[in-house]
C-alpha cells in the first residue's frame, strides 16, 4: 500500500528540501508520496522543475502561513 | 537504585556522550548509581574528516587511528558488540553475541555508512574517499594518473556537505602542483541545481569554479556507472564520460536501525529540538542516525551530543530538561591545499561564509589533532 512522508524541511538551510526529496524518493516504493515543507519560496518552483527532469508527478502544491508544501509521487 | 545510560555506537556523538556523562557524574558513578554502557563495532576510533586529505598525501593513516578504549573514559563499559536488535518497548537492546543489555536511558548514535552498491556499477566503477579503503585506492589512482577526464560525482544523501567541494579544490591544486592539471579536464556534478545545498557557498564556488576552470553539471542524480564503457548517467538523461571517477556514494544509517523498525533507510525519527526519538521519552538520538533535515556533519554529531550530555545528566539528578538543540553546524571548508574558510549556522541562522585564508587552512589543520580532545570532551 503506498505511503505517504512527510518532511518538515522548513528553516533547513543544509541539505535542503530537495536534496530532503531526492534522498526519501530513494527509499520509497513506486507510488508513494513525499510532502515537502519549506520556508524557501524557490522550492515551489525548484521541486516541480526537477520532477518534470526526472518523471516523478507532483501531486499538489500549495502556500500555507509562511511556508509551501509539495506533494511529489514518486514514478519509477 | 542504579541508573543505567546505554549508548548504541561508538562514533564521535556517542564517544562525546558517554566522556561528557563521565565528567559530570563522578559521584554516581563511583556510588554505583549510574552506569554507562557502550556498544561499538571497532576497538578503534577514526577521524573521519582526515579522509580527505588521504589521497593527496596529506595526512598519515596511523594519524586517522586512536584505540577506542583510550579514547573513551574508562569508567564506561565498553564493549566490542554491535547492537543486532533495539527493542525501544522492553528498554533492551541485544547484541551479535548473544547478551542483552537493559537500559534506563539510550542514545542511538550508530552513524551513517556510504552505499555505493545501491547504485549499478557504481562499486565497479567509482573512486570514493568515505572509507579507508577507498581513500587508499583514490590514492593509489591519483599517483598513477596521468591526464584525462575525472568527474566529482556527488549523490544525496551524504555526510560532511562541504567535502565534496573541498576535494575538488584540493585536486585542483594537487594537478597543478604535479603539472598535470593542463591535461586534465575536471566535471564537478551535484543533485540540485547549485554547486551546494548551502546557496552563499554555491555562488561563492560558481565563479571559483569558473576562474580555475572546473565545469560542472547540476541536476546530476546518478542513475547508474557503466565501469566498461567509463560512463556516467543521470536520472535527468545526461551521460559523461570519464577516465577517474570520484564518487560521494549515496548513504543510509545503519542497518540495525531498519532491522528493529525504527527508522526507514537507518535513520531515526527525531525530535528537532530535544532530540528525543519520536515516541520514546528515554531514547536520544545524536549524530548521522537521526532524520532531522540538517547537514550530517561532525560538527552537528558534536553539537548534538553536547545537549545531549546535559539533558541526561539534568534528567538522572533533577529529574527535569535542561535545554534544547537550537540546530547549530560549524564547517571548515577547504577551498584548496593551502587556503581555507568556514561557514555556520543554525535553525535561525542563515549561512554567511567569509573570504578564504591561509590563517583558517591552518586552524583546520590544528583541528586534525584537537579533534582528540572534542572526543574526550574536553573541547
Not at chain 2, 569508567?75 to 554491535?82: A, Q, T, Y
Not at chain 2, 550508530?110 to 567509482?126: A, C, D, F, L, V
Request: with cysteine; net charge neutral.
Amino acid at each position: 500500500m503506498a505511503e505517504r512522508q512527510k518532511i518538515d524541511a522548513r528553516g533547513a538551510f543544509c541539505p535542503g528540501p530537495l536534496m530532503e526529496l531526492i534522498a526519501a524518493l530513494k527509499l520509497a516504493s513506486i507510488g508513494d508520496e513525499v510532502d515537502v515543507w519549506s520556508s524557501d519560496k524557490g522550492s515551489a518552483s525548484d521541486i516541480p522543475a526537477w520532477c518534470a527532469k526526472v518523471g516523478h508527478s507532483v501531486v499538489e502544491a500549495s502556500e500555507h502561513d509562511g511556508y509551501w508544501s509539495v506533494v511529489v509521487r514518486k514514478a519509477k | 537504585m542504579s541508573k543505567t545510560i546505554l549508548i548504541v555506537g561508538g562514533g564521535l556523538a556517542g564517544t562525546i556522550v558517554a566522556n561528557g556523562i563521565c565528567r559530570q557524574m563522578g559521584a554516581e558513578l563511583r556510588s554505583g548509581a549510574l552506569n554507562i554502557t557502550m556498544l561499538g563495532t571497532s576497538e578503534t576510533h577514526m577521524y573521519q574528516p582526515g579522509l580527505l586529505y588521504i589521497p593527496f598525501g596529506r595526512m598519515r593513516e596511523a594519524e586517522l587511528f586512536r584505540d577506542q578504549r583510550k579514547v573513551l573514559d574508562k569508567r564506561v563499559n565498553f564493549f566490542v558488540d554491535p547492537a543486532k536488535a533495539i527493542d525501544v518497548e522492553k528498554n533492551q537492546v541485544t547484541t551479535e553475541a548473544g547478551r542483552t543489555f537493559k537500559y534506563d536511558y539510550m542514545v542511538l548514535a550508530t552513524g551513517s555508512r556510504i552505499m555505493p552498491q545501491t547504485i549499478p556499477g557504481m562499486k565497479e566503477g567509482g573512486h570514493w574517499f568515505y572509507d579507508l579503503d577507498g581513500a587508499r585506492k583514490l590514492r593509489t589512482a591519483l599517483n598513477e594518473f596521468k591526464g584525462g577526464k575525472i568527474v566529482i560525482n556527488v549523490n544525496a544523501p551524504h555526510k560532511c556537505p562541504v567535502a565534496p567541494l573541498e576535494v575538488a579544490f584540493m585536486l585542483h591544486d594537487y594537478l597543478k602542483a604535479k603539472g598535470l592539471w593542463d591535461k586534465a579536464e575536471l566535471t564537478y556534478t551535484y543533485p540540485i541545481g547549485r554547486l551546494h545545498a548551502l546557496e552563499p557557498v554555491a555562488h561563492w564556488a560558481k565563479p571559483e569554479f569558473e576562474k580555475l576552470g572546473i565545469k560542472y553539471e547540476t541536476f546530476f542524480n546518478t542513475e547508474s556507472v557503466d565501469p566498461q564503457a567509463k560512463t556516467i548517467k543521470s536520472m535527468e538523461g545526461s551521460e559523461l564520460p570519464y577516465d577517474l571517477l570520484i564518487t560521494i556514494p549515496p548513504h543510509q544509517g545503519a542497518q540495525v536501525i531498519d532491522d528493529s523498525g525504527l527508522g526507514k533507510g537507518g535513520w531515526v525519527p527525531t525530535n528537532t529540538k530535544t532530540l528525543h526519538r519520536e515516541g520514546s521519552a528515554n531514547v536520544f538520538v545524536v549524530g548521522d542516525t537521526t532524520n532531522i533535515p540538517i547537514s550530517k556533519a561532525g560538527s552537528t554529531a558534536h553539537f548534538e551530543a553536547d545537549v545531549t550530555i546535559d539533558n541526561l545528566v539534568s534528567l538522572c539528578q533533577e529529574n527535569t530538561f535542561a535545554r534544547e538543540y537550537d540546530g547549530k553546524v560549524f564547517c571548515f571548508v577547504e577551498t584548496g591545499l593551502g587556503s581555507g574558510t568556514y561557514v555556520w549556522f543554525n535553525y535561525t541562522t542563515p549561512p554567511n561564509p567569509g573570504p578564504p585564508s591561509q590563517m583558517i587552512h591552518w586552524f583546520k589543520l590544528a583541528y586534525n589533532r584537537l579533534y582528540w580532545l572534542s572526543a574526550r570532551g574536553l573541547l
